[in-house]
């Protein structure tokens, strides 16, 4: 991070609020930048409200503060050095850059994978667009039906986990009867066997609940993040359209301002006061064009290097999702094997003793 006053940093401690804050003073002081989509302040969703992952919290939060520090632009910006280094709480300045009135974002389709059937709408390519944006427009696109799709699926996790949920307390309920059971049986092998089953049963509805809340918690934010992302892109896009919008229109002023001073450079009767301002209005929007023109062009150098970044960091958070889902399941299931190996166990041991017992009574 240059011109900080340490190369690192520790035990620093900030509060949901203020990352918010830092994250709406870049993306306002930054428009024509990718500025990294903030996680969620909690885990906790209504599938699984009982059930909080603080450590999923603070890894995306730490995970989005490394992502800014490493953009060639933001961790240029005074406020994240604020933000890092001030002991008091942050509270960043309004920003001064010229604020981009965004257009409607237009109604979502229901096409894609996940519309089981329905026809599958291609993007539109705008005519007479360069290379560089045209594919803008099919990102913009491809993220678009990502989104709604990411947005489908996170839904069903989520009612996954709360099926996983209810199906936790039934095992629990069944476990806890069959327990019940063995103990009031007269018959001690009955007993024995009655109670092992619900041992079998009360283990099961712990990792029931595990699995509900891996599925509500981990994969519901990571899904809920990257589709948030998804809407931020296309926000940045649309950004970057009204940029080179307000580009061309300040070209078009100057060659306005410009004809006006030629035609009274040609005239024979120049009013001093009327050449004046003319000028001063000519080197005014020569000025504005310069500075919107060195702007459009950063955008298109910023911009191309920020969606690859972002498309190389959602593939990398979905890979590592799914990673920690598999070894969640895994881990349990290998539990759940381990008991019903030993309910197996159980059941051969008793089938032994129940032929020593009867050999036992047939010799006697």
């Known amino acids: 991070m ?154 069903w996790h989520g009612r996954l986990a709360r099926t996983q949920a209810r199906l936790a307390v039934d095992l629990r309920d069944v476990g806890t009867k069959l327990v019940s059971v063995g103990v009031i049986e007269h018959n001690a092998q009955l007993a024995r066997a009655f109670k092992r089953l619900g041992k079998s049963f009360l283990h099961a509805g712990p990792c029931s609940q595990t699995l509900a809340n891996s599925e509500g918690s981990r994969t519901w934010a990571v899904l809920g993040l990257e589709a948030a992302a998804c809407a931020d892109v296309q926000r940045t896009l649309q950004c970057r359209q009204l940029i080179f919008t307000e580009h061309q229109v300040a070209e078009r002023q100057l060659e306005r301002k410009k004809q006006a001073a030629a035609v009274l450079r040609s005239s024979s009767s120049i009013n001093p006061d009327h050449a004046q301002d003319a000028v001063a209005e000519l080197a005014a929007a020569k000025a504005d064009a310069d500075s919107r023109r060195q702007r459009a062009e950063r955008v298109d150098r910023v911009l191309s290097t920020d ?58």
């Open 2 to 155: 240059p011109r900080f006053k340490a190369r690192k940093y520790t035990g620093v401690e900030r509060s949901q609020v203020e990352f918010e804050r830092l994250e709406t003073h870049l993306q306002a002081t930054y428009p024509e930048c990718l500025v990294p989509t903030l996680g969620p302040g909690t885990t906790t969703s209504k599938y699984v409200p009982e059930y909080q992952n603080d450590r999923l919290v603070v890894l995306l939060l730490q995970q989005w503060l490394d992502r800014v520090s490493r953009h060639p632009i933001l961790k240029q910006d005074y406020e994240l050095r604020q933000f890092v280094e001030a002991p008091f709480v942050f509270n960043p300045a309004l920003s001064n850059s010229p604020a981009l009135t965004m257009a409607p974002t237009p109604a979502s389709s229901s096409s894609g994978f996940f519309s089981w059937g329905k026809s599958r709408q291609q993007p539109r390519i705008t005519s007479g667009s360069t290379p560089f944006e045209q594919m803008l427009e099919t990102t913009s696109a491809n993220l678009g039906v990502f989104q709604r799709n990411a947005s489908d699926v996170r839904r």
């Open 307 to 364: 969606l690859r970044v972002f498309e190389y960091g959602r593939e990398g958070d979905i890979r590592a999702m799914f990673a920690a889902l598999a070894r969640d399941h895994l881990h349990i299931e290998r539990q759940v094997l381990s008991e019903q190996r030993a309910a197996l166990e159980f059941v051969r041991q008793g089938k032994i003793r129940g032929a020593e017992s009867r050999a036992q009574q047939g010799t006697a």
